[in-house]
């Protein structure tokens, strides 16, 4: 009999993957760093002047004086068109981010949130605002040059190059956005995605090796959410200094409530580890992400799919695309082990094992919603039967089952609801490009 207690786990684990699935840290650290900045050109200011008054080379004084006022005119034009900039920029952005949450899924927008060129931007953007004000608040009237005043000449030359900055990646902005509206370059974000979480998945063989006894379950304590990571390396070294072996239940991706068991504890009932280390090792989240997920680039590419076969989209090129990147996916795992990881400690003992999707699994994620609404788009019947032959060419015997089951479930799906024989013929054709 298993006995059960509670860990509530932190909702930032690991830290890199939820400050890129936030867009306030890059511009408040930005904030932050132009602050230092500007300190840094202050002082350097200080330091030009006070070299130059005891040289008494007043000359380049008034020069500098004369250089940093005509620069006033456009340092004031900068912080006063700034903010208006940003407001009117972002502003379309959301208009675009709305179209193609509506366009192919809301899942996208996260690509938006994600997007590096996006952070950078607005960052850059308010710093510029932010250090405008400042240089402007530098500026000293006294001109009079026996009597060096403050002559912000770095601030300024500074803040120009920050305007010039800014207008570049504005331009790369304005790219990126008009790309990520497009269809092609959104799945293929998704699936470059989708491909790095299966470079860090460790390929492993099976280890058939049975588990001790269960022991305890720890179940889940706070608020309900999706298991969106957990830390691996701190699970194990928890699990190695108790000698048990840890057994993750759900799968990441996985929706959880208060009480659902999350982890169970194999070994000895008297090393059972504490709910307190254990909980800063699991994270719960509000969605699911790329970090550790699967499954989640099909589920993606999925919604984009079935979005654009639907009767008030009606756009079967697009599913196509997804079903190309779908097939993409999947044939790069076609050779892989899949299902349960078994994380081993540095002596090679189990110490952790990770349910995960099999390849049945990720076959019906990929392919089961698609071919059901495929019947009437012969584009894109044709296009999953040319994708059914493609992947059977080359799966190992013993994944081909799930795949000529999607086949022959195609084909009796066109067959029993087209009623004309050429019809029927042309739809189960495969087909590349669908209708090519």
């Known amino acids: 009999m298993s006995s059960r207690t509670y860990l509530r786990p932190r909702p930032l684990s690991p830290l890199r993957e939820h400050l890129r699935d936030t867009f306030w840290f890059a511009p408040t650290f930005s904030l932050a760093l132009v602050v230092v900045v500007w300190l840094a050109a202050d002082s350097v200011d200080t330091l030009l002047l006070d070299a130059l008054r005891d040289d008494g080379d007043f000359a380049s004084v008034r020069a500098l004086q004369s250089w940093a006022e005509d620069a006033k005119v456009i340092v004031t034009t900068i912080a006063s068109a700034m903010m208006t900039f940003i407001g ?38 308010l710093s510029t605002f932010v250090l405008s004000l400042l240089v402007l608040g530098s500026y000293d009237s006294e001109t009079n040059p026996r009597r060096v005043a403050s002559v912000p000449f770095v601030q300024s030359g500074v803040t120009l ?12 902005y304005v790219t990126q956005t008009l790309q990520l509206m497009k269809v092609g370059p959104v799945v293929d974000r998704i699936t470059r995605e989708a491909m790095g979480v299966l470079d860090r998945v460790p390929a492993q063989e099976p280890d058939l090796a049975a588990l001790p006894p269960e022991v305890a379950r720890l179940g889940h304590r706070g608020r309900s959410g999706t298991l969106r990571d957990v830390h691996v390396a701190r699970l194990v070294r928890a699990a190695r200094r108790k000698g048990v072996v840890l057994r993750l239940i759900p799968r990441v991706g996985d929706f959880v409530v208060p009480g659902t068991p999350v982890l169970a504890v194999h070994g000895e009932r008297e090393a059972v580890p504490s709910p307190t280390i254990l909980r800063s090792a699991v994270s719960i989240g509000v969605e699911r992400t790329f970090h550790r997920d699967l499954g989640f680039g099909l589920r993606q590419l999925s919604d984009i799919g079935l979005r654009a076969m639907s009767a008030a989209v009606n756009d079967p090129t697009t599913a196509v695309q997804c079903i190309d990147r779908i097939v993409q996916f999947l ?19 189990v110490r952790l094992v990770q349910d995960g999707p099999g390849w049945g699994d990720l076959v019906d994620l990929g392919f089961a ?23 059977l060419r080359f799966v190992p015997p013993e994944r081909r089952e799930p795949l000529e089951r999607h ?9 029993r609801t087209v009623p004309e024989a050429v019809d029927r013929a042309f739809a189960l054709e495969p087909d590349r490009q669908g209708i090519g």
């Open 88 to 125: 009117v920029v972002f502003s379309i952005s959301l208009v675009a981010v709305q179209m193609a949450a509506g366009n192919f899924s809301p899942r996208v927008v996260r690509i938006f949130i994600r997007s590096r060129t996006s952070k950078l931007t607005f960052s850059v953007f």
């Open 161 to 172: 190059l920050m305007m010039l900055l800014s207008l570049l990646l504005f331009i790369a």
């Open 331 to 349: 044939a790069a795992v076609s050779h892989r082990p899949l299902g349960a990881l078994h994380h081993r400690d540095r002596r090679g003992a």
């Open 369 to 391: 919603e698609i071919r059901r609404h495929a019947v009437r788009d012969p584009q894109v019947s044709r296009r999953l039967m040319a994708g059914f032959d493609d992947l």
């Open 407 to 415: 086949r022959a479930l195609l084909v009796q799906a066109v067959e």
